[in-house]
């Protein structure tokens, strides 16, 4: 397991725009799969984004066209792009690793986890 840690997080309009970072601050095994979950009280969490070893990507239908998820690997850094960002949107973001899983229904499974950082956007 690695150890992760996002920053990014703050509040915003609708419409506005918002970058998470997601940093390993230990060893992360450059096999591993990154993702982004995001939980909004009374929900369940929702897988957000993924990207593989492979630099393939992933996302959840309700973000599809605005967020943009990548990487630097030099960096040992993970970043989530959030673009027209939706009142729906407001949630704990978690950055997420692990070493096999890649699919973002299996959060679950998820070996490695940020403590989270809050996105809240107003109307």
């Known amino acids: 397991q690695v150890q992760l840690v996002e920053s990014g997080g703050g509040s915003v309009q609708a419409g506005g725009s918002l970058r998470l970072s997601c940093t390993a601050s230990?060893?992360?095994?450059?096999?591993?799969?990154m993702a982004w979950f995001r939980q909004a009280p009374g929900k369940e969490r929702e897988g957000v984004a993924s990207?593989?070893?492979?630099?393939?990507?992933d996302y959840a239908d309700s973000v599809k066209g605005r967020f943009t998820i990548s990487s630097d690997n030099a960096k040992n850094t993970l970043y989530l792009q959030m673009n027209s960002l939706k009142p729906e949107d407001t949630a704990m973001y978690y950055c997420?690793?692990?070493?096999?899983?890649?699919?973002?229904?299996?959060?679950?499974?998820?070996?490695?986890w940020g403590q989270g950082t809050q996105v809240t956007v107003s109307s």
């Open positions: 230990e060893y992360s095994d450059s096999t591993y799969c």
């Open positions: 990207i593989d070893s492979s630099g393939g990507t």
């Open positions: 997420a690793a692990d070493p096999a899983v890649c699919y973002l229904g299996a959060g679950e499974f998820f070996r490695s």
